[in-house]
């Protein structure tokens, strides 16, 4: 589930008992200068190639913007850039201006043409009339109300987050995705395409239309984003030297017209997802039950400026990355790209990270992890918790170590005043993780459902 929906489609994740993993969406801007983690040297220069101009540009993704090309040689250019409003640095990049019979300004860096200066977006096959351009913050509340409207025709109710969506058009969510926005002749928004990349051979395609559309344009629009998501998620996997990606996408099991976009572009429905809710009582805040003998958890250590431990942090990702091994659209992140994602959602915290640890034969070593977040406020005015990651090692299963992770969830949550817990399974789990949470309290409020593409470099189906 993103954080822009909290309540919305789940776009394709892996699973066992007692793993949980989701993507997400938005980000709380203020916070990313807080990460005591910097980008692996690849991904910092792709951060500083990437980053186009502020009035927005077709393909703007990370965290350092251009707002000056000038040539010095014949193989190098000169490129200001700045950080979050700072004051502009220069930076010496091998970039070759091309000749252009317009007044846009075209660069190569990195081996890939990107446009530096124009809002407007190219997306073949749109209807007569329509147009696109990246969003700017100023557009967050028009999209809360697509996404609204989207949500109550597709599942009879909407839960988006406001803050999340902001995060996302303008803020550190925007780093990793490329947006388009399309309005109507009188300048209604009917369309949003985000493509987001999330990790090295994977890329999260969402694409959510006005349902007061037609269906017969609403179809036709469908087919231009998604095309126009292949064509980025292509130029992604390009970028990165990869020979083929997997194109990552979401319906709720309900909405047949998003489903049916999805078969006309080539997804497959590969999972389906249960959204399970807790309720919480003020006296589970102190009722909780203590782990078995050999088992600790504890919260992740933080310094005296509130930002985590490194070896923590380190230690939580790699416990989830080997939990997640062998199951189900199970991939590789980077724990730059964990952290980064994590910290794009509003309502991450770091005193939501827990760690467990086990004896063993070879001493007291990570055994589980537990990441959580906070769900914005309901109609009564409570908060809610999250469970966005929760994962037993193999060397610590047997030992109820995912009962003592849900604890800690429950009475935390209990104890901060909050009505609800919520996470999502896999509901053919082959380890039954659905019948441990529903013996824990959990019920499925609905479904969502995963839908996958595999394709080639060069935008070609994978063969089976």
Same mark, same amino acid.
């Not at 980053?51 to 000056?68: C, F, K, M, N, Q």
């Not at 310094?303 to 997640?324: I, K, M, W, Y």
């Not at 086990?358 to 007291?364: A, K, L, R, S």
């Not at 399974?425 to 082959?430: E, F, I, K, Q, T």
């Given at each position: 589930?993103?954080?822009?929906?909290?309540?919305?489609?789940?776009?394709?994740?892996?699973?066992?008992?007692?793993?949980? @993993?989701?993507?997400?969406?938005?980000?709380?801007?203020?916070?990313?200068?807080?990460?005591?983690?910097?980008?692996?040297?690849?991904?910092?220069?792709?951060?500083?190639?990437?980053?186009?101009?502020?009035?927005?540009?077709?393909?703007?993704?990370?965290?350092?913007?251009?707002?000056?090309?000038?040539?010095?040689?014949?193989?190098?250019?000169?490129?200001?850039?700045?950080?979050?409003?700072?004051?502009?640095?220069?930076?010496?990049?091998?970039?070759?201006?091309?000749?252009?019979?317009?007044a846009h300004s075209w660069a190569v860096a990195g081996g890939r043409v990107v446009?530096?200066?124009?809002?407007?977006?190219?997306?073949?096959?749109?209807?007569?009339?329509?147009?696109?351009?990246?969003?700017?913050?100023?557009?967050?509340?028009?999209?809360? #109300?697509?996404?609204?409207?989207?949500?109550? #025709?597709?599942?009879?109710?909407?839960?988006?987050?406001?803050?999340?969506?902001?995060?996302?058009?303008?803020?550190? +969510?925007?780093?990793?995705?490329?947006?388009?926005?399309?309005?109507?002749?009188?300048?209604?928004?009917?369309?949003?395409?985000?493509?987001?990349?999330?990790?090295?051979?994977?890329?999260?395609?969402?694409?959510?239309?006005?349902?007061?559309?037609?269906?017969?344009?609403?179809?036709?629009?469908?087919?231009?984003?998604?095309?126009?998501?292949?064509?980025?998620?292509?130029?992604?996997?390009?970028?990165?030297?990869? @020979?083929?990606?997997?194109?990552?996408?979401?319906?709720?099991?309900?909405?047949?017209?998003?489903?049916?976009?999805?078969?006309?572009?080539?997804?497959?429905?590969?999972?389906?997802?249960?959204?399970?809710?807790?309720?919480?009582?003020?006296?589970?805040?102190?009722?909780?039950?203590?782990?078995?003998?050999?088992?600790?958890?504890?919260?992740?250590?933080?310094?005296?400026? +509130?930002?985590?431990?490194?070896?923590?942090?380190?230690?939580?990702?790699?416990?989830?990355?080997?939990?997640?091994?062998?199951?189900?659209?199970?991939?590789?992140?980077?724990?730059?790209?964990?952290?980064?994602?994590?910290?794009?959602?509003?309502?991450?915290?770091?005193?939501?990270?827990?760690?467990?640890?086990?004896?063993?034969?070879?001493?007291?070593?990570?055994?589980?992890?537990?990441?959580?977040?906070?769900?914005?406020?309901?109609?009564?005015?409570?908060?809610?918790?999250?469970?966005?990651?929760?994962?037993?090692?193999? @060397?610590?299963?047997? @030992?109820?170590?995912?009962?003592?992770?849900?604890?800690?969830?429950?009475?935390?949550?209990?104890?901060?005043?909050?009505?609800?817990?919520?996470?999502?399974?896999?509901?053919?789990?082959?380890?039954?993780?659905?019948?441990?949470?529903?013996?824990?309290g959990w019920a499925t409020d609905y479904r969502t459902q995963s839908w996958h593409r595999e394709l080639d470099?060069?935008?070609?189906?994978?063969?089976?």
């Amino acid at each position: 589930m993103t954080p822009v929906e909290r309540y919305g489609p789940q776009h394709g994740e892996q699973e066992q008992v007692p793993v949980t @993993r989701r993507p997400s969406g938005g980000a709380r801007h203020a916070e990313h200068r807080d990460v005591d983690a910097a980008p692996e040297g690849g991904e910092l220069f792709e951060a500083v190639a990437e980053r186009h101009s502020e009035r927005g540009t077709r393909e703007d993704l990370h965290p350092v913007r251009v707002t000056r090309i000038s040539r010095s040689s014949s193989s190098q250019s000169r490129v200001s850039i700045s950080r979050d409003g700072s004051s502009t640095v220069p930076l010496v990049v091998a970039v070759s201006v091309l000749p252009r019979a317009d007044a846009h300004s075209w660069a190569v860096a990195g081996g890939r043409v990107v446009r530096v200066t124009d809002p407007d977006v190219s997306i073949d096959g749109l209807l007569p009339g329509l147009c696109a351009r990246v969003p700017t913050a100023a557009d967050a509340p028009e999209v809360v #109300a697509l996404v609204t409207a989207h949500q109550r #025709a597709a599942r009879g109710s909407a839960g988006v987050d406001p803050e999340a969506v902001l995060g996302q058009l303008a803020g550190t +969510g925007s780093w990793t995705r490329r947006q388009a926005l399309v309005h109507d002749p009188a300048g209604r928004l009917v369309g949003w395409l985000s493509v987001h990349d999330r990790a090295s051979g994977r890329t999260l395609v969402e694409v959510t239309i006005t349902p007061a559309l037609p269906d017969e344009d609403a179809d036709a629009l469908a087919t231009a984003l998604f095309g126009a998501g292949e064509r980025h998620a292509v130029d992604i996997a390009a970028m990165r030297g990869l @020979r083929s990606t997997l194109l990552d996408s979401g319906a709720y099991a309900d909405d047949r017209r998003q489903q049916r976009w999805l078969v006309a572009s080539g997804f497959e429905c590969t999972r389906t997802w249960l959204q399970m809710t807790r309720p919480i009582r003020a006296d589970e805040a102190q009722a909780q039950p203590a782990p078995r003998e050999g088992v600790t958890v504890r919260p992740v250590e933080r310094h005296a400026d +509130g930002l985590p431990v490194a070896q923590d942090l380190q230690d939580v990702h790699r416990v989830l990355e080997e939990s997640f091994q062998d199951h189900f659209s199970s991939y590789r992140e980077s724990f730059p790209e964990f952290v980064m994602r994590l910290r794009e959602d509003p309502g991450h915290r770091w005193d939501h990270w827990w760690l467990a640890t086990v004896e063993t034969d070879e001493g007291v070593l990570p055994g589980g992890a537990l990441v959580c977040s906070v769900i914005r406020e309901d109609a009564q005015g409570f908060e809610g918790s999250y469970v966005d990651y929760i994962g037993v090692h193999r @060397r610590a299963r047997g @030992r109820g170590v995912a009962k003592a992770l849900l604890h800690i969830a429950i009475g935390d949550a209990a104890r901060r005043g909050r009505n609800r817990v919520g996470l999502e399974v896999d509901a053919d789990s082959p380890t039954g993780a659905d019948g441990l949470y529903t013996s824990m309290g959990w019920a499925t409020d609905y479904r969502t459902q995963s839908w996958h593409r595999e394709l080639d470099a060069r935008g070609r189906p994978q063969p089976e």
